[in-house]
């Protein structure tokens, strides 16, 4: 093969090679990590807020936060009691990446903890192209931004394993056709794992709290019986 | 200076050339250019919608719409009066860039327009970067995605000569605090001109309406008094 093309391809793969080597840490490690996605503004901190309460009696949690600028999320999430909360800044960059998230690990004593959240850079678009090594996808969709996103945003919502609906307290108040909405799930992610709820009003939330309690059970027990 | 340096230069200012062949064209032909950009869901197609049956007798509309995949943006710009509306598919890109507008630009009898309206992709991020040669910036914010978002997204806020803030009927179901948003706003954008919403009952528009009205009406007797 000639030459130049392995290097195109090994700039291509650089990403997920990173992604790859991430999770290979966090397998080790036995930390489940879920990689949170969403529009700007449609509850990821809110969600890491509100399941962490319910969360931090039962299992060690570390937060990783993505954002521009601030450290506002990190705080959020400390102040909700996540065992360990880094921020980091993208300097501008639309996304995380699977290098930033590495950087991130390296920060954490990972054999700690239990679960890892990933809150990415709110945006529907970029942040589904880059892989990070999580083994969950999680999108945080919202009933104020219409029913009409799966249509529009079709790569965020086919490449996800979960799907939150959040601000469900907001549906007598908004023009939001739930059918249309889930018609358009189901073309793109047919049978996608989805909780209605809402962080303001916790309705719906402990459907979701125990779904990831369950999961990162047999996470844990798999890892132990892999290491035995 | 060496010609490498000279290179890199060309290829990062691409993007700023092919802006400035837009707005000259767009200048040449009388016609106003508004670049809106938001979040997704945040309201620009609404807005459009309302915006335009106020206009539409007053004065000449394109509107270009840029979106991922669909169609969708276009069609209602159509039915909401448009005089002309042109689709942008994205093929998956989180932005336009001048290029893209430059083709839509291509397909238009500009001369025969008094206003255009680009609709940008969903993104509080990448759309920022990419100038499309557009007289004016408008930010969409909304009040669902809180009061936080001018500290998260700066370099949007920094950017925009307009701010609406839209779903202002929404306030009295969800904690939004006003000053802190508009504390964040003046910091990044002092003095930016805002309109607060509602393309859902309508409140607030007519503001936005008659100061746009404006806008064109003085770019347009500029424009006559330049070519006298």
Known sequence: MPKRVAVVENILNANDRMAQVNRL????????????MASPGAG????IEQTLPLL????RIAVVDGDLATSLDADRATAAGAHAAIQIN???NCHLDAVMLGGALEQL???????????NVGNLVCPASFALGTHLSVLVASIPEGDDKPHKYPGMYRGV??????????LPYIDFRMDFFK??????NPGVITFPLSCRTMEGLQAWVDWLVE?????KSRASETQT
């Open 44 to 47: 990821k901190t809110s969600l």
């Open 56 to 59: 931090v009696s039962r299992m």
């Open 25 to 36: 840490r966090l397998d080790k490690s036995g930390v489940l990590a879920i990689n949170l």
């Open 215 to 219: 999961k990162v059970r047999v996470f």
């Open 109 to 119: 004593d990972l054999p700690q903890f239990d679960l890892l959240i990933v809150e």
């Open 90 to 92: 993208t300097g501008g």
């Open 161 to 170: 394993d979960v799907l939150i609906i959040n601000k469900i307290d907001l």
């Open 183 to 188: 018609q358009g799930v189901e073309i793109l």
